[in-house]
């Protein structure tokens, strides 16, 4: 096996509906602690969090990883930008990632 082999979290991400979690809080807040141009869209999970916000003039979908210190929540280095051309790829490959997702399940 190689040494390039993904590591994966354990902390329930990937099967949260599977087990019956309760769906993800959605909201459509300003973060006024963390970036004024932030519109948090939905939390994933307690640190996970999807966001739409304006990074040097271009509209980019957040999707990251947030940690606590001194009791702010900041965001960290796990996650992906998504300018609108890479995010209306996704958005318009929806119905055959579902498809994929349902023959392996």
């Known amino acids: 096996m190689s040494g390039k082999a993904k590591r994966r979290d354990d902390d329930g991400a990937s099967d949260a509906d599977?087990?019956?979690h309760a769906p993800p809080k959605k909201s459509l807040k300003k973060d006024s602690d963390d970036d004024p141009d932030s519109i948090t869209v939905c939390?994933?999970?307690?640190?996970?969090r999807v966001a739409v916000r304006n990074w040097k003039g271009s509209i980019m979908v957040d999707i990251r990883e947030f940690y606590v210190e001194d009791?702010?929540?900041l965001p960290g280095r796990k996650g992906?930008?998504?300018t609108m051309d890479q995010w209306n790829v996704l958005?318009?490959?929806v119905e055959e990632i579902d498809k994929a997702i349902n023959e392996n399940s």
């Open 18 to 20: 599977s087990e019956g």
């Open 43 to 48: 939390e994933i999970l307690k640190n996970r």
């Open 71 to 73: 009791g702010k929540q």
């Open 80 to 82: 992906i930008s998504l």
């Open 91 to 93: 958005r318009n490959h």
